[in-house]
């Protein structure tokens, strides 16, 4: 069967922020088979490809792609027992919510801390998805890949992957490979996880929650905070998190303080929200960081802005353009290093930008 390449294909209702211009081809692979032949094609004409799971995580520029998009429409979940756990084999296209109320319904441990984000499967170990105290990372065996470069398909250890904070050997290289699958280890009738502080204390005064109500308070903190999809929310079209929380070393974070608080921003050193990492670092909120630095939830710039109830996620209001909501962002990020003297750094994916 021939290649079924669509031309001159509109972005903007593929992406969650519904911003972006056209694509100059695009190919919907459902099957692995139709990606590998995209891919080989694109190549015979150089052309550049972007791989396209759910929109929800990228800013397409207004000029678009002049490449080859390809939307990941690789679907599937098998479960299997080995050693007393059970290893998940999810295919990229596959919804992640999806993934993560299976895995909740069947009493499976490991991923109910990551309900509520929006994208594809294919997408989490690239970006390290993280929230409430759960990180992929933690619960990857595998990455099922095609090597662009060698052409061939591949298995990626987590080492191989070398994590970080939202962050992936994948990510820092994104045209050496594409992930066809992820391998999840999971475990069954394992107590939630309650690392994470605002979560946690959610359910002080209850009895121990199962994976169940951790999933659904998970879900009530993300809609408090407009980050699970809702049409009718006028935050709705965004990328979630727009920046990632900068983590700083601790000389860093205490000249930070002392900054903050020889300003009058805070009454005192402990009310600045920092936390430690495991590596001996301190993370700091950025939506606290924004706010900090004059930025309001609500504000408005044009057809772009903050949302009204998270300072981390900025919206498109609708009308707007990419060049706006970038040059907002980069508004935020010198904001921020002016005042602050942090540096943020954007956590979607820019297409076509710049």
Sequence with gaps: MALAVLHSVPLAPRTSLELGGLARHLVEAHDEETLVEALRWAERDDLPVFVLGGGSNVVVGDSGWDGLVVQMGLRGIEPSMKRGEIFLRVAAGEPWDRVVARAVAEGWAGLECLSGIPGSTGATPIQNVGAYGQEVAQVIAAVHVWDRRAGERRVLTPEACAFGYRDSALKRDPSAAVVLAVDFVLRPGGAPTLRYGELRRSFEGEPPPTLAAVRDRVLELRRSKSMVHDPADPNRRSAGSFFTN?????????????????????????????????????????????????????????????????????????????????????????????????????????????
Aim: no cysteine; hydrophobic share 40%.
């Design 246 to 354: 900068p983590v700083l070393s601790p000389s860093e974070a205490e000249a930070l303080v002392e900054r903050v608080v020889g300003e009058g921003l805070v009454d005192g050193p402990d009310a600045v929200p920092r936390y430690a990492t495991d590596d001996g670092r301190v993370k700091l909120p950025a939506a606290w960081l924004i706010e900090a630095a004059g930025f309001r939830k609500g504000q408005r710039e044009g057809a772009v802005g903050i949302s009204s109830r998270h300072a981390l996620a900025l919206v498109h209001h609708g009308g707007g353009t990419t060049r706006e909501l970038v040059a907002f962002a980069d508004q935020v990020r010198e904001g921020v290093r002016r005042r602050l003297g942090v540096e943020l750094h954007p956590e979607p994916v820019y297409v076509g930008v710049g």
